[in-house]
């Protein structure tokens, strides 16, 4: 059974920085290698929206609040996927979801917590 686990999320300053990781667990090398892989996040009483995204070659999308302050990457060898979360601001605060898609098919991670105190 696939299953995406999120680990780095906490409490930080104002300015401070975070690294989120996701393992895809369960998942095949030859399927996660061409997925689009990425984190969203949600907002109390707010709708979940994309943060990043990465695809097997490298192709990456951000969400314009986060450009220049958070970089996605991946390591396909090790089924991860990393958020680099610098200068971060109290609207960065919510759960961040790790995310898998390919043909169609779409996979989440349970999420973590990422807190920004101002």
């Known amino acids: 059974q696939e299953q995406l686990v999120e680990s780095g999320g906490g409490l930080v300053q104002r300015g401070g920085s975070l690294r989120l990781s996701c393992t895809a667990s369960?998942?095949?090398?030859?399927?996660?290698?061409?997925?689009?892989v990425g984190w969203y996040r949600q907002a109390p009483g707010k709708e979940r929206d994309l943060v990043a995204t990465?695809?097997?070659?490298?192709?990456?999308n951000y969400a314009d609040a986060v450009k220049g302050r958070f970089t996605i990457s991946r390591d396909n060898a090790r089924k991860r996927v990393f958020l680099q979360m610098n200068d971060l601001a109290p609207e960065d605060t919510a759960v961040y979801y790790c995310?898998?898609?390919?043909?169609?098919?779409?996979?989440w991670g349970q999420g973590t917590q990422v807190t920004v105190n101002s």
């Open positions: 995310y898998r898609s390919l043909n169609g098919r779409n996979f």
């Open positions: 369960g998942t095949l090398t030859s399927v996660f290698n061409p997925s689009i």
């Open positions: 990465i695809t097997g070659s490298g192709g990456t």
